[in-house]
């Protein structure tokens, strides 16, 4: 077992990993996955007016056992199942070495994991919930996004500096494209026509261009960039600056920052809201999720996870939640996007990375593991 969190690849050099500052501290145990705890009281309701605990809401605002959210377990090896309706662990699966990203295809049949560790991506049958498939990839795969028809996915390797493409009906790689240096996350366009990829070691987002697999551009960002968001209309990509504490609004068109948004130490994970008008970010160093008007390129809201340590990490968004790992307290957060208010706090498995959501309707995933996903009944390094 690993001794230490978010194992990304860093611009330590070409293919080396590393544990980047300001976040090396060592793993504290937490609660196990199978417990399924639902701590209400203890999780603080956040948003910038306050208050106290809510009650627990379905994130899709009806029940069903096919609605669900996935959460790989880094340090365990696992991925928990939550049922949406209820807050509950209802399973926990063994699924490869190093889970990090996760996304599920539109048809919610199939979850998809990138597991670091093994430089392979394992496929996972979500009625059995058992791997049916392990695919190798390059060296240290992190972030996965599907294509909105879920017949592609794309594979950040860091420590290869390539992205891998992956034929879902046949679970083989077609296509490796080059790209920048320790790239960490992956987001595809609502029209599925652009790949963006964070590159956290050359400072920049490679664009990708779908028919062809072949790098058309690149994007300016702030240092580190570990995180990427398309907006709905694919005119603007959100890009999160690990150390510079930003986040860069780019414009597709002109392929030039139009605005750069302070956020705070850590920054991490960023996902638009399923309709774009909002982008929400982790960020680690004060364990909280900002919420940024896409509009106003302001931040409209503050929502406190926990105290420092509890690292908010990744993001996956629905129209009726907001769902966050927190790797350094083993939880994940749901929080009600109308108030602000975390609604719940329910302990999972040992440093909980990647997220993604299956439900009906649609939302978007976050982080490495994330994109854009169409749920169906479900749906996003």
Not at 125 to 154: H, N, Q, W
Not at 166 to 185: K, M, Q, Y
Request: glycine share 14%; net charge positive.
């Amino acid at each position: 077992m690993r001794s230490a969190r978010h194992t990304r690849a860093h611009p330590v050099g070409v293919g080396r990993t590393y544990i980047g500052p300001p976040y090396t501290r060592m793993l504290r145990p937490v609660l196990g996955a199978g417990t399924a705890l639902l701590l209400m009281s203890c999780s603080p309701a956040a948003g910038t007016s306050g208050g106290g605990p809510a009650a627990a809401v379905s994130a899709t605002g009806q029940p069903g056992a096919g609605h669900h959210v996935y959460v790989t377990n880094q340090l365990d090896n696992t991925v928990s199942v939550i049922d949406v309706s209820t807050h509950k662990v209802v399973a926990t699966v063994p699924a490869g070495t190093g889970p990090e990203g996760i996304a599920v295809t539109p048809d919610g049949k199939r979850a998809y994991i990138a597991g670091s560790e093994s430089a392979t991506v394992s496929a996972l049958d979500t009625r059995t919930r058992k791997i049916v498939a392990t695919v190798p990839v390059g060296k240290k795969p992190t972030g996965v996004a599907l294509s909105p028809d879920g017949s592609t996915l794309y594979v950040t390797n860091g420590g290869s500096n390539n992205v891998s493409v992956l034929d879902t009906r046949t679970n083989r790689v077609t296509a490796t494209v080059p790209v920048g240096v320790s790239p960490v996350a992956v987001a595809v366009s609502h029209d599925g026509g652009t790949a963006y990829v964070a590159n956290s070691g050359s400072a920049d987002v490679s664009r990708i261009d779908t028919r062809t697999h072949r790098v058309v551009g690149t994007l300016p960002a702030g240092r580190s960039p570990v995180s990427v968001a398309v907006t709905p209309d694919g005119e603007s990509v959100y890009v999160a600056n690990e150390t510079t504490a930003r986040v860069s609004v780019i414009s597709t068109r002109t392929g030039k920052v139009t605005a750069t948004v302070p956020v705070g130490e850590g920054v991490f994970g960023v996902t638009l809201a399923p309709d774009g008008k909002k982008a929400y970010v982790a960020v680690l160093g004060p364990g909280n999720v900002k919420v940024i008007d896409t509009g106003s390129h302001r931040v409209a809201g503050t929502v406190n996870v926990g105290p420092p340590g509890t690292d908010p990490f990744n993001i996956a968004v629905t129209s009726h939640a907001v769902y966050v790992t927190d790797q350094g307290a083993g939880t994940l957060t749901v929080i009600d996007p109308q108030t602000l208010k975390v609604t719940a706090t329910l302990a999972l498995g040992n440093s909980p990375y990647g997220v993604a959501v299956a439900s009906s309707g649609s939302a978007t995933g976050a982080g490495p593991e994330g994109g854009p996903v169409s749920l169906t009944r479900r749906g996003g390094r």
